[in-house]
């Protein structure tokens, strides 16, 4: 009996630890829009993410995702206007960067073509 009871708390020790579950609601030209992450730590190791630019106004397929990133169903990938595509992952700190830059580049997109 303890020995099950014992696995039982090894198991629960190893589940991954979401820590980060952030949802901003836009205002002003990109209201109606969303900027999500969401992301599980094991230990201090981050082992699930998501990252995501909601909206629908620019896109109609895939939820309204304009860009977005995450490692679901094993593989570290790219998510753009539908599409999807794998990518090289350096690190989550680097993958941020790299979301948050085009992120902003979207938006100056945006404000160009509304001008």
């Not at 699930?48 to 679901?72: E, F, Q, T, W």
């Not at 690190?91 to 979301?99: I, P, S, T």
Request: with cysteine; proline share 2%.
């Amino acid at each position: 009996m303890r020995k099950k009871a014992a696995a039982k708390q090894r198991k629960k020790s190893v589940r991954p630890e979401k820590r980060v579950d952030e949802t901003s609601h836009l205002t002003g030209k990109r209201r109606g829009a969303t900027l999500r992450a969401e992301v599980w730590y094991s230990g201090g190791v981050v082992v699930k993410y998501n990252l995501a630019y909601i909206n629908p106004r620019i896109c109609g397929v895939d939820h309204g995702r304009v860009l977005g990133y995450d490692n679901s169903h094993g593989s570290h990938h790219r998510h753009f206007m539908g599409k999807i595509e794998k990518i090289e992952f350096a690190g989550y700190e680097m993958l941020v960067d790299r979301f948050e830059a085009e992120v902003h580049a979207l938006w100056r997109s945006e404000d160009e073509q509304e001008s």
